[in-house]
Nanobody, 119 residues
Framework: QVQLVESGGGLVQPGGSLRLSCAAS???????????MSWYRQAPGKERELVAA????????NYAASVKGRFTISRENAKKTAYLQMNSLKPEDTARYYC?????????WGQGTQVTVSS
């Protein structure tokens, strides 16, 4: 069973940066490398939304319009880890951030990490 653990969240001032990590366990390097890795976020009272996604070899990357140019998704298959570098953070980026691994029609989710952007 694949397990995903997010880390790196916290409280940051507007304009600041955070780097989120999503570490996978219970899966080998080869299998992890086949997953499409995504970051989602959910703010209180709002639906969960896709923030960014990266294909297995990193050849295709997508971002939500609201974060394009500020966030960067990446992955290190050898470490079975995906990252989300978040720069120029805004109060509206405040949410719980979740990592998802997908292969075929199967999704695996982490428990999330809280990001709060406030002065």
């Amino acid at each position: 069973q694949v397990q995903l653990v997010e880390s790196g969240g916290g409280l940051v001032q507007p304009g600041g940066s955070l780097r989120l990590s999503c570490a996978a366990s219970g899966v080998g390097f080869s299998t992890f490398s086949s997953y499409v890795m995504s970051w989602y976020r959910q703010a209180p009272g709002k639906e969960r939304e896709l923030v960014a996604a990266i294909t297995s070899a990193g050849g295709r990357i997508n971002y939500a319009a609201s974060v394009k140019g500020r966030f960067t998704i990446s992955r290190e298959n050898a470490k079975k880890t995906a990252y989300l570098q978040m720069n120029s953070l805004k109060p509206e980026d405040t949410a719980r951030y979740y990592c998802k691994a997908r292969r075929d029609i199967v999704d695996y989710w982490g428990q999330g990490t809280q990001v709060t952007v406030s002065s």
